[in-house]
């Protein structure tokens, strides 16, 4: 499509629509959040197209595409194996695989976003999020390999005069916080950071003592330029797993997706 077919095909959307669908500068363009709100529609009408057309056709699975978001350690960790034996089992079903801070996982596959995410199982499941637990993970205190710099007392970490680099939001960091509020604990936070991975390479380069999974850790390309604290306190663990709702685990092609992650073979892999 040429660029002025393409401009005119949004100038009569945005006129049936009835607002602006886009903001235009000189420096790109970029949706209204009327944009967005538009998009989430399409997107879903497009995929209940396919569904329906699926149905009526009598097909197992359409070719339509599944829309996954992941941290990159998950990437890395728990889907290699599912997505290449699904690709081997349904070939005509696409697959569309974003990576992003963990945190925003479980927020964006509720707007609708994306059909399916890889995300830790919150402390309070939302109604309409459907969970399959595929590892349980540590949760982890770092520090810099130099030990000296790890502040201590008694023999353990002392959070109270230890300088701490902290995931901004997420699972980690309410733990911690629950932590810190039960033991009247005034912690010193030198760095917020979006995603665990972040909070790994800031731990290295010395800007104070983090908390990440274990399950992160082990995948980080800075694992060994890092320490796990032993002598520090224990947090709960907490389970990683892949998330849907019901409305997208109606569309055949996600809930044979569900299934296979949900097989024997794939969790003994894990």
């Given at each position: 499509m040429s660029a002025s077919a393409l401009t005119r095909a949004i100038q009569r959307l945005e006129e049936n629509?009835?607002?602006?669908?886009?903001?235009?500068?000189?420096?790109?363009?970029?949706?209204?959040?009327?944009?967005?709100?538009?998009?989430?529609?399409?997107?879903?009408a497009l995929l209940d197209w396919e569904s329906m057309k699926s149905e009526l056709s009598g097909n197992e699975l359409t070719s339509g595409e599944i829309s996954i978001y992941?941290?990159?350690?998950?990437v890395y960790n728990l889907l290699p194996n599912l997505l290449e034996a699904f690709r081997t089992r349904y070939p005509s079903v696409q697959l569309s695989l974003k990576t992003g801070a963990a945190e925003d996982a479980v927020p964006q596959l509720l707007t609708?976003?994306?059909d399916l995410a890889v995300a830790a199982l919150p402390d309070r499941q939302p109604g309409k999020l459907e969970f399959l637990p595929l590892r349980k993970t540590a949760l982890v205190f770092i520090g810099p390999k130099d030990?000296?710099?790890v502040p201590m007392r008694d023999g353990?970490?002392?959070?109270?005069?230890?300088?701490?680099?902290?995931?901004?939001?997420?699972?980690?960091?309410?733990r911690?916080?629950?932590?810190?509020?039960?033991?009247?604990?005034?912690?010193?936070?030198?760095?917020?950071?979006s995603g665990n991975e972040a909070s790994i390479a800031m731990v290295r380069l010395g800007c104070g003592i983090g908390v990440v999974p274990e399950l992160v850790l082990e995948k980080s390309?800075?694992?060994?330029?890092?320490?796990?604290?032993?002598k520090a306190p224990k947090l709960a663990a907490y389970e990683v797993g892949l998330c849907s709702t019901q409305k997208s685990l109606n569309r055949r092609s996600v809930a044979a997706l569900w299934e296979l992650a949900s097989g024997e073979n794939y969790r003994a892999e894990l």
């Open positions: 629509v009835g607002i602006s669908l886009f903001l235009r500068d000189n420096r790109g363009v970029a949706l209204t959040e009327a944009g967005i709100t538009f998009s989430r529609y399409a997107r879903q992941a941290s990159v350690t998950a609708g976003e994306f030990k000296s710099t353990s970490l002392d959070l109270a005069t230890a300088t701490l680099v902290l995931p901004s939001s997420g699972l980690s960091r309410r911690l916080d629950a932590y810190l509020n039960k033991n009247s604990i005034r912690p010193q936070i030198t760095t917020e950071v390309p800075f694992r060994d330029e890092v320490q796990i604290i032993d």
